[in-house]
């Protein structure tokens, strides 16, 4: 969690969402990225998408059968979505998000048992820093 938070202060400082992601395969970190949708022009630019995106290239096979993905707020249902078509084990996240959390906030589509993967969630890491960074960030903005 550690790397997430610090991916999240690098979008912080690039005034992006402070999200940060970093995703392990086999108990090695094989990709860190930060949210980035609007230095890229791109909606999907999640900080969750990247990492998947650069593991993915890293390991030349989409799926990520071993990987855990540990971020900052939990993923939304595009990124959530995302996790399912790479068939990663499992989710961390930190903070909780109360208006657009797909892994048991508002939805909990990672653990729907009509669906053909489920994966394994933890929230709750580091919830208190993670959150904070956020509020923080909104705040200076309103």
Known sequence: MELALEEAHRGALEGEVPVGAALLCADQIVATAHNRPIALCDPTAHAEILALREAASKLGCYRLVDGVLVVTLEPCVM???????????????????????????????GRDGRLNHRIEVRSGLYEEQCAALLREFFRVRR
Request: aromatic content about 6%.
């Open 79 to 109: 990124c959530v979505g995302a996790i399912l078509n790479a068939r990663l084990k499992g989710v961390v996240f930190g903070a909780r998000d109360e208006k657009a959390g797909a892994l048991g906030s508002v939805f909990d589509i």
